[in-house]
């Protein structure tokens, strides 16, 4: 079984900066990818970020320019640094965890507040 344990998240004015984490433990697996999602109030989730065992990256438009997702030295901690956050950037974040096995893995999530 796979541990995701998110933290960063908090409350920021339009324009700060956050960064998460996402910590990952247990039966890791020939990982494939780990990425952000979120999902804001009376929404469906949505895709923020990903980096693949490679360290290519991709982004939402929403986010791209702002956002960087990264692994340091491919170790089994990702991060999420956040810049000129904007109130629709309030959600709550979820990491995720995709194996090569297509097994999907998610954390608890870290509520990010924007406020305007």
């Known amino acids: 079984q796979v541990q995701l344990v998110e933290s960063g998240g908090g409350l920021v004015q339009a324009g700060g900066s956050l960064r998460l984490s996402c910590a990952a433990s247990?039966?890791?697996?020939?990982?494939?990818?780990m990425g952000w999602y979120r999902q804001a109030p009376g929404k469906q989730r949505e895709f923020v970020a990903r980096?693949?065992?490679?360290?290519?990256?991709n982004y939402a438009d929403s986010v791209k320019g702002r956002f960087t997702i990264s692994r340091p030295q491919a170790k089994n901690t990702m991060y999420l640094q956040m810049n000129n956050l904007k109130p629709e950037d309030t959600a709550v974040y979820y990491c995720n965890l995709l194996n090569a096995y297509a097994t999907d893995y998610w954390g608890q999530g870290t509520q990010v507040t924007v406020s305007s």
């Open positions: 247990g039966s890791i697996f020939a990982l494939n990818a």
């Open positions: 980096i693949t065992h490679s360290g290519s990256t």
